[in-house]
């Protein structure tokens, strides 16, 4: 049965939708109808996810971070991020979750994870480029969450997971400034980082809106803005940010269309190991749901790191 024929079909659904639309928030699982519940889940459990991977991504910068000042921050970035996760779970298990087998005994390959959070840091640079870019981008998609979720318990707990976010958003863009200006070496640095993350930013909120087929997020009001309307909004800030600073992003504002736009039609292809971009190579969007579907070389070793090193097997 599609989502279509449910729609036409069942009455309690779309008496749900009509609800949510009109501002009704739900506080519990008996107020659900099975499609809320299935999308609100699916949404709460990659939200999950993408919190957890952070981890092993930020955890090689730890070690080369180049003071502890710096080491300190990025341990903190990650311990905020376990937080945002601690708190998915505890809305899970409401679900039915049971926390320990999600996070310790799920086999890696079934870990919803996006491209953005895969790659691990090479260096602080790469750390604080991605806070800048990349948590400005979980930032906007968390925000719409708090400001427009229907599952009033999921939107209240995403007010501090928000407020940590601007802090790693903040710590970002002040230190990419000081790396930019510290000496040619680190301005170099900083400008692959960016070069790299910034298409892999772009593509976190998903395919082009006249390409989603799956709109409920948006029909029970899990979420308020759509792909286009993220990705604007992530635009809009950090292509200023770049250009005030000298840092070159594939995007510039179109003055015809009063909009930012890239400079590429994506999707496009990614040299994994060289960590580099083909602007002028465009892949199939069913290469890239195959790309993303099946992760990075990193996506497995690095969600086995965490079911078996020290804060994994010993801890538990
Ligand atoms: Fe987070
Ligand atoms: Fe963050």
Same mark, same amino acid.
């Given at each position: 049965?599609?989502?279509?024929?449910v729609?036409?079909?069942? =009455? %309690? *659904?779309?008496?749900?939708?009509e609800?949510?639309r009109?501002?009704?928030?739900?506080e519990?699982p008996?107020? $659900?109808t =099975?499609? /809320?519940?299935?999308?609100?889940?699916?949404?709460m459990?990659i939200?999950a996810?993408?919190?957890?991977v952070?981890? =092993?991504t /930020?955890?090689p910068?730890?070690r080369?971070a180049?003071?502890?000042?710096?080491?300190?921050? @990025?341990?903190s970035?990650?311990q905020d #991020?376990?937080?945002h996760?601690?708190? $998915?779970?505890r809305?899970? *298990?409401e679900f039915g979750?049971?926390?320990?087998?999600?996070?310790f005994?799920?086999?890696p390959? *079934?870990?919803?994870?996006f491209? $953005?959070?895969e790659?691990?840091?090479?260096?602080?640079?790469?750390?604080v480029?991605s806070?800048c870019y990349?948590?400005r981008?979980?930032y906007?998609?968390t925000?719409d969450?708090?400001?427009n979720?229907s599952f009033?318990?999921?939107?209240r707990?995403l007010?501090?997971v928000? &407020?940590e #976010?601007t802090?790693?958003?903040g710590?970002? #863009?002040?230190?990419? %400034?000081f790396?930019w200006?510290l000496n040619?070496?680190s301005r170099q640095?900083?400008?692959e980082?960016?070069? &790299? /993350?910034?298409?892999?930013?772009?593509? +976190?909120f998903?395919?082009p809106? *006249?390409?989603?087929?799956?709109?409920?997020?948006l029909?029970?009001k @899990?979420r308020?803005?759509?792909?286009d309307q993220?990705r604007q909004?992530?635009l809009?800030q950090?292509?200023p940010?770049s250009?005030?600073?000298g840092?070159?992003?594939p995007?510039h504002?179109?003055?015809?269309?009063?909009?930012y736009?890239l400079d590429y039609?994506p999707p496009?292809?990614?040299?994994?190991k060289t %960590?580099? !971009?083909?602007y002028d190579?465009?892949?199939? +969007? #069913?290469?890239?749901?195959?790309i !993303?579907?099946?992760?990075?070389?990193?996506?497995v =070793?690095?969600?086995?790191r965490?079911?078996?090193?020290v804060w994994?097997?010993?801890? +538990?």
């Amino acid at each position: 049965m599609t989502s279509q024929t449910v729609e036409r079909d069942d =009455p %309690r *659904e779309a008496a749900l939708r009509e609800r949510v639309r009109a501002g009704y928030q739900l506080e519990d699982p008996t107020q $659900m109808t =099975p499609r /809320y519940r299935d999308v609100l889940v699916n949404t709460m459990h990659i939200a999950a996810d993408l919190e957890v991977v952070t981890l =092993p991504t /930020y955890s090689p910068a730890i070690r080369t971070a180049p003071t502890l000042d710096d080491k300190i921050a @990025i341990a903190s970035a990650c311990q905020d #991020e376990l937080g945002h996760a601690q708190v $998915m779970y505890r809305l899970l *298990e409401e679900f039915g979750y049971d926390t320990h087998h999600f996070l310790f005994e799920r086999d890696p390959h *079934e870990w919803r994870t996006f491209q $953005m959070l895969e790659f691990p840091h090479e260096d602080y640079i790469e750390s604080v480029v991605s806070m800048c870019y990349g948590d400005r981008a979980g930032y906007i998609t968390t925000v719409d969450l708090e400001e427009n979720c229907s599952f009033a318990p999921f939107a209240r707990s995403l007010r501090k997971v928000n &407020f940590e #976010e601007t802090f790693h958003v903040g710590h970002g #863009e002040r230190w990419v %400034r000081f790396f930019w200006n510290l000496n040619e070496r680190s301005r170099q640095r900083v400008q692959e980082a960016v070069s &790299f /993350y910034f298409p892999l930013c772009a593509a +976190w909120f998903g395919v082009p809106d *006249e390409m989603k087929k799956r709109t409920d997020q948006l029909a029970y009001k @899990i979420r308020g803005a759509t792909n286009d309307q993220m990705r604007q909004k992530w635009l809009s800030q950090v292509v200023p940010f770049s250009e005030s600073i000298g840092i070159q992003v594939p995007a510039h504002f179109d003055e015809e269309s009063g909009r930012y736009v890239l400079d590429y039609e994506p999707p496009i292809h990614l040299d994994e190991k060289t %960590r580099t !971009w083909d602007y002028d190579r465009r892949i199939t +969007w #069913e290469e890239q749901f195959r790309i !993303w579907k099946k992760g990075s070389r990193h996506k497995v =070793p690095s969600i086995s790191r965490l079911h078996h090193e020290v804060w994994g097997d010993d801890l +538990w």
